[in-house]
């Protein structure tokens, strides 16, 4: 998902797949059987969050606030919620704007333990509810640092080039900037040293090394990667990096992080090309019809239809790719923004409310299950009527 203050929830969504309600057990990996998830031999099915901050409110340093996440996962696990989408990676430096702080990796191979210890003890926690992880290793936009940090660190840039809400900010220049991170050894070695630090580590906690735990059900290797004007070294990463995942851990899955096709014919995505490697288990879309302005809050009477006619055609469309490639398909983000786009944790959602439940019943329609959130509010700042779809 592009930065943005306008679009906060989405959804991950398991696809053809039988529905079934399933609770998930952390001592079971999840394994792929065609186009099904499976735990134990048996369909895995799953409700679920994106839970991009957890491991920074599980540092004991600053923006730590274990009481908070406690909390926050009793709360989830009450609503059924057993699979969370989780970062574990962020690159700083901290004084850096437009991103989540403190960052994990503070500079090329140098990171912050206390935000280390806060995965792992996110992942403890987890693994004690009986949760899985879906573990998301880099991000192809800058509100964590992402890769755009890495070539910033390999001499290519002296800073990012921001998009908005960045004063004269602009989305195409820096998607042209970031994808030059697949031509550029120094920052892919980079994240690539990145990987083997989180792969090959051992939770401080459960004593369980990464590899070994069934808590985390899968490793992404970005948020949204896309491959703009460098289709050809994006495919080369692609292959590159999860054939090293898999060197380093034949056990878990591994998936691509993927939007889908975009609503851009210059994103450079393509679902059956970017997922057709071997090494890589299953298939990923997000649906941001919004951000692609084809919802538009203020004119919610005339564009809400369509939106819901674009997004279950977009499912459609996937899920077909997705049965050429023989693999599951997840879809793992959507979302509109509050009534009039109203920023107020307070503003009404009846829009909102019915796109949900369009999706959701499109989902259900096709023989799938439901639902998860990019950034799930339940205490703190935000808190509130974001809790409910």
């Not at 991950?12 to 499976?38: D, M, P, R, W």
């Not at 991000?139 to 001499?155: K, T």
């Not at 450079?268 to 084809?294: C, F, K, M, P, R």
């Not at 019915?354 to 096709?366: E, G, L, T």
């Amino acid at each position: 998902m592009k930065y943005t203050y306008l679009l906060q929830c989405c959804f991950l969504i398991t696809l053809l797949s039988a529905c079934q309600k399933k609770e998930a057990a952390t001592k079971y990996f999840v394994k792929v059987n065609g186009i099904h998830l499976e735990t134990n031999g048996t369909p895995y099915h799953f409700l679920g969050t994106n839970f991009w901050y957890g491991l920074n409110l599980g540092s004991k340093g600053a923006g730590g606030d274990r009481e908070r996440l406690l909390r926050e996962l009793d709360q989830l696990k009450d609503m059924g919620v057993t699979n969370l989408r989780i970062m574990a990676g962020s690159e700083g430096p901290d004084t850096e704007p437009y991103r989540m702080v403190p960052a994990l990796q503070t500079a090329p191979g140098q990171y912050n333990q206390e935000v280390v210890d806060g995965l792992d003890f996110l992942l403890y926690e987890m693994r004690k509810r009986g949760m899985y992880a879906v573990v998301c290793l880099n991000n192809f936009w800058n509100w964590s640092g992402g890769m755009g940090q890495y070539l910033v660190w390999s001499g290519a840039a002296d800073s990012i080039p921001y998009p908005p809400p960045a004063p004269n900010g602009d989305w195409g220049g820096y998607q042209d900037f970031t994808v030059q991170f697949y031509s550029n050894e120094k920052a892919m070695s980079m994240f690539d040293e990145h990987i083997r630090y989180i792969v090959g580590r051992t939770n401080t906690y459960s004593d369980l090394p990464y590899k070994e735990d069934p808590t985390i059900m899968a490793w992404e290797l970005a948020n949204e990667p896309r491959g703009g004007k460098n289709t050809e070294a994006f495919q080369q990463w692609l292959t590159r990096t999860s054939g090293l995942i898999k060197e380093l851990d034949s056990t878990h899955l591994v998936t691509v992080g993927s939007e889908g096709r975009t609503s851009s014919p210059t994103s450079g995505t393509d679902l059956i090309t970017d997922h057709s490697d071997a090494n890589i288990d299953y298939t990923t879309i997000h649906i941001w019809v919004q951000n692609w302005e084809i919802y538009n809050p203020a004119k919610a009477d005339s564009t809400f239809e369509p939106a819901v006619a674009y997004a279950t055609n977009y499912i459609d469309d996937h899920i077909k790719m997705a049965r050429q490639l023989n693999k599951p398909i997840v879809l793992e983000e959507f979302g509109i923004s509050r009534d009039l786009n109203d920023h107020d944790p307070g503003a009404p959602v009846t829009v909102r409310n019915k796109y949900y439940q369009a999706i959701f019943q499109a989902v259900y329609d096709r023989a799938s299950r439901i639902a998860v959130r990019w950034r799930v509010a339940i205490s703190g700042p935000g808190a509130g009527k974001d809790v409910r779809a």
